[in-house]
């Protein structure tokens, strides 16, 4: 079968060279790709918005399955343009929510409301909107700190801010309701309950009705050292963790995924793909932090190389209905991912620097995001370059084998954390 990906980061890199091993496929289109999806499928020009540009696209090119991996796509109703076309309807299916669905991961209180809805264990909280800054001020002093202060829309990764210092959590409020710091996203926001514990992001894909898990994995979002600085899109992961054994993961299994699932279908909201459930492990109890409506970034980088099932065969589930038949089959063995970023990331950083050695790696995989090929020089083009994953018989050699690896690449400027993973060999029952 013919499929169309969407997105061009390091996820769908990895999407991608996972789809290219399936016996099922035929060609894979990358909308718009980057130079490491080059490898595995042939890269589109698509305006996504230009329905008809599409229409054609889908049709001329046979495409069955379309795969969102960005939330941007599937939050701007992506999915219900495809499905709701005339020409279109019953010839293609979409990974990813339609636009209902998606507001799971595109509005904070939407998701807050269907957990409360759905006695899906979260943290208790309260949203303010734009020209309710004061009442969100005041209602700091009826909080413990620390607080936890979240944009309401898509933001990145960024739009988060934990903090002690009530001066600072009023002055991030006034930032988002008042001068506008992440525009509409940050025109409510949601003032949460701050939970001590160890995060996890656990995932799962389902085609409405069943679904399945995938492994789960560990991020490391902050940019520096220790968990120290502002938040990124991720700077590295590891899979499996040791914190999130296997009695965690039958908590996660019946108290998070099946309750979502079944309260999508309660709530008569169809959806079919991928669920990110970011997680906070508070003394072996899962309570979820955030939704997403796709696979994550870098840990899709970490789990699907552990993935040793046909990912396509599970979209033609989905495309079927069929997913309950199907298995997922999972390598015990260890993954770590490692980011390397431009200097500067995640503020100001610049591009256009050669990246030298890629070809060099041989114990890591190599999946690019900020990049960009000039004739035959591969070039940075992003905060985030690429990311590496490595295997190893448990973390501690993982971590090993992938830095190795990282060092055998080099740009100007190049950044990445040095400590991806060290907190789990240090401290295996405390992490």
């Known amino acids: 079968m013919n499929v169309l990906l969407i997105g061009s980061g390091g996820r769908e890199h990895a999407m991608a060279w996972k789809l290219a091993q399936s016996s099922l496929l035929d060609e894979l289109y990358v909308a718009p790709g980057n130079p490491g999806t080059l490898r595995h499928g042939r890269s589109v020009d698509l305006d996504l918005k230009d329905q008809k540009a599409m229409r054609n696209f889908i049709l001329e090119k046979r495409i069955r399955i379309v795969v969102v991996g960005p939330e941007g796509p599937l939050v701007d109703g992506l999915h219900d343009r495809i499905a709701d076309d005339p020409q279109l309807a019953g010839k293609v299916t979409v990974i990813g929510p339609r636009q209902h669905g998606a507001q799971l991961e595109g509005s904070k209180e939407f998701a807050k409301e269907f957990m409360f809805r759905h006695n899906i264990p979260t943290a208790a909280f309260r949203s303010f909107t734009k020209g309710q800054l004061k009442e969100a001020v005041e209602h700091l002093d009826r909080m413990t700190p620390p607080y936890v202060i979240k944009a309401d829309?898509?933001?990145?990764?960024?739009?988060?801010?934990?903090?002690?210092?009530?001066?600072?959590?009023?002055?991030?409020?006034?930032?988002?309701?008042?001068?506008?710091?992440?525009?509409?996203?940050?025109?409510?926001?949601?003032?949460?309950?701050f939970l001590s514990g160890v995060e996890v992001s656990a995932f799962l894909i389902t085609d409405g009705d069943a679904f399945k898990m995938l492994p789960a994995a560990k991020d490391y979002k902050r940019i520096g050292e220790g968990d120290t600085g502002p938040n990124t899109g991720g700077m590295g992961a590891?899979?499996?963790?040791?914190?999130?054994?296997?009695?965690?993961?039958?908590?996660?299994?019946?108290?998070?995924?099946?309750?979502?699932?079944?309260?999508l279908r309660e709530d008569g909201i169809p959806y079919q793909g991928f669920i990110f459930m970011g997680l906070m492990n508070v003394g072996g109890e899962p309570y979820v932090i955030e939704y997403n409506v796709r696979l994550g970034d870098p840990e899709t980088q970490a789990i699907l190389p552990r993935l040793r099932s046909d990912l396509l065969d599970l979209f033609e589930g989905i495309a079927s209905g069929t997913l309950s038949e199907r298995h997922v089959d999972?390598?015990?063995?260890?993954?770590?991912?490692?980011?390397?970023?431009?200097?500067?990331?995640?503020?100001?950083?610049?591009?256009?620097?050669?990246?030298?050695?890629?070809?060099?790696v041989k114990g890591a995989y190599v999946f690019q995001s900020g990049t960009i090929l000039k004739g035959d020089a591969l070039l940075t083009n992003g905060g985030r370059v690429l990311s590496l994953t490595a295997f190893g018989k448990d973390t501690e050699h993982a971590i090993t084998n992938v830095y190795h690896s990282v060092a055998l690449i080099d740009f100007e400027g190049k950044y990445f954390r040095k400590d991806i993973g060290r907190d789990l060999v240090r401290a295996p029952q405390q992490a």
């Open 153 to 193: 829309g898509l933001a990145a990764g960024k739009g988060v801010v934990v903090t002690s210092d009530r001066k600072e959590a009023a002055q991030v409020l006034k930032s988002m309701l008042e001068s506008g710091k992440f525009g509409a996203a940050g025109e409510r926001v949601v003032l949460e309950q």
């Open 238 to 263: 590891i899979s499996p963790v040791n914190f999130a054994d296997k009695d965690f993961m039958q908590k996660v299994h019946d108290r998070v995924a099946a309750p979502t699932v079944r309260g």
């Open 330 to 360: 999972v390598d015990d063995r260890t993954t770590a991912t490692v980011v390397m970023a431009s200097e500067g990331y995640p503020e100001d950083f610049e591009k256009g620097f050669p990246v030298v050695g890629v070809d060099m």
